[in-house]
């Protein structure tokens, strides 16, 4: 049963995107788009969008590594320790749930990190990983996407968009504990 | 905002790498200066250090402790090492290097532990010597500079580089899908939603299948695809954007939305955890299912009554640059 879903899930992620274009693609050319064309068409945009966000992912991403690499993460997670303790959260996730929104890549790193460290079937391994999938890059999607329009206004976008990851960093200790604890 | 998020991780980022550096120095962390007795062992009779272009295989054996405070060492150890002319001594580090010096040779970022030596006379298989560590100083400073500031910077192009490949496919698969009338269909199945998320936004507006299409891929966690069709839909909304460079009520929800993820198959999750050998990987799909679908509603409620403040619906205002 359960290797059966897990199998499932396999053959789904391998499938999706060949099925995606595959279906877009065959109901375009029923429906009589000159696919070809039309493909082309839109393709052109992809590099001038590309090239656009670039100021403002070296500007973002400059800042975190700055802040990764000084050791000022390590220092934020000594001061904030007392309070996640209270909330039933191990110190051990402490660094997961900081990098989550600030790197793809670096939270992937301290989520293999972490799962080798204390076992993927550890409450904290599995605390990890629900974090890991709950939660998302913010502060790259916020500069991506609203550097791609050139908005540097953002209005209650930081805000909200913390807001959703401290929920979401709450919903994963908090279940993880109900589900596993 | 984004403005103070940016000052805060950089001044904070550099203050904490400067702070570090300037205690790790008055407390000597590194070792800088002091000096260390041993003897340079050599496996036949020397009469004198190498000469230009020329090295010495050797040892040496420490036999000393360290200066008080810094920790003991066995009576003895003794390390392969190279010697150089001028003194200049590379040591090899191994297994049994005891962590004092270990953490010297790692903040020095070498393939051995730098040191300079110096002796009385240079004569017989031991000679007698001090050595100091080649000084260590602004560890994290340097850190800041080279895996900060230098890489990143470069990484970022990079990302945005590797992206113009899927941004191509994916608006040209998307420009396909509009004009076969499959986004417009997508779009009217779920109306009744979006309209309430974007009221802001014409129903049949291109924007809302960029963003259907988008929210879609994001849940199946076809990451790549999702990105390029985000931009797309960012740009659509941008053209209901009545002031230029100031973000939108849809455009703030939709950004929400996009951060606070409803992941249904978070398949790089499962990956890791069955490559580190967990006995059923994808236990937590559940778990993440729920979280992230809890994360989405509270963060749509939180985005909807903050767009409501005084403060934010002012910025809506058309007016005079200053």
Known sequence: ?181 | MLNYIWLALLVIGIGVALYGDVSDISANKYHNGEEISCIIQFSQHVSSPPTQLQKMQCAVAIATQLPAGSGTLPDTIIQKAELFPGGTLHIFIDEQTPAILREVFEAQKNEFLLVHAKWESFNGREIPAVITFDPVRFVRINAVTNDGIIKYAKTAVELAIGLIGLMALWLGIMKIAEQAGLVAMLAAVLRPVTTRLFPDVPADHPAMGAMIMNISANMLGLNNAATPLGLKAMEELNRLNKKAGTATDAMVTFLVINTSNLQIIPASVIAIRAAAGSSNPAEIIGTVIVASALTMVIAIITVKLMAKLPGYRKQLLPTEES
């Open chain 1, 1 to 181: 049963m359960i290797e059966s879903l897990i199998s499932a899930i396999d053959v789904l992620s391998i499938l999706a995107i060949p099925a995606l274009v595959f279906f877009i693609v065959a109901y375009g050319a029923i429906k009589k788009v000159k696919i070809y064309e039309v493909f082309v068409e839109g393709a052109k945009e992809g590099f001038h969008v590309a090239v656009r966000i670039i100021p403002y992912l070296v500007a973002i991403l400059v800042a975190i590594g700055v802040f990764r690499a000084g050791g000022a993460m390590e220092l934020l997670s000594r001061l904030i320790a007392p309070v996640t303790n209270f909330i039933g959260m191990p110190p051990e996730t402490l660094p997961m749930a900081l990098i989550r929104p600030l790197s793809g890549s670096g939270a992937l790193g301290v989520m293999s990190e972490t799962i080798n460290t204390y076992g993927a079937d550890s409450l904290i391994g599995r605390m990890v990983s629900v974090m890991m999938g709950s939660g998302e890059t913010t502060f790259y999607v916020l500069a991506v996407y609203f550097g791609s329009v050139s908005i540097s206004k953002t209005r209650h976008a930081v805000a909200a968009g913390i807001v959703a990851d401290i929920v979401a960093i709450l919903m994963s200790v908090w279940l993880t504990n109900l589900i596993f604890g």
